[in-house]
């Protein structure tokens, strides 16, 4: 599986952004996608991530409420929708896929995109 993710950019506190992650492979909708976040300095950190038929999706306390994921399994595609962005925010945002029950664990996934880095300037 290769992903691809795109979306990021400079926004202002308050602003949102919608980062997107599309995969290539005949087995997506097999896969547990998750996003990850890492800031200059910082260890990459859990933000959200969805089960494979997206009945269900979990988040990070420092995004709930405020970011949301889902997907679309006939694209390919997972999705972050990001409202009311904070300046702490800002880091490179990382798409994950991985066959675990379960996503808080950047160990949980076998496969990674890229990353696309996000900005929120105050």
């Known amino acids: 599986v290769q992903l691809q993710a795109s979306g990021g950019g400079l926004v202002q506190a308050g602003g949102s952004l919608r980062l997107s992650c599309a995969a290539s492979g005949r087995t997506f909708s097999r896969y547990v996608m998750g996003w990850f976040r890492q800031a200059p300095g910082k260890e990459r950190e859990f933000v959200a991530y969805?089960?494979?038929?997206?009945?269900?999706?979990y988040y990070a306390d420092s995004v709930k409420g405020r970011f949301t994921i889902s997907r679309d399994n006939a694209k390919k595609t997972v999705y972050l929708q990001m409202n009311s962005l904070k300046p702490e925010d800002t880091a490179v945002y990382y798409c994950?896929?991985?066959?675990?029950?379960?996503?808080?664990?950047?160990?949980?996934?076998?496969?990674w995109g890229q990353g696309t880095l996000v900005t929120v300037s105050s």
């Open positions: 969805i089960t494979w038929s997206g009945g269900s999706t």
């Open positions: 994950a896929a991985g066959y675990s029950a379960y996503g808080f664990l950047p160990e949980e996934y076998q496969y």
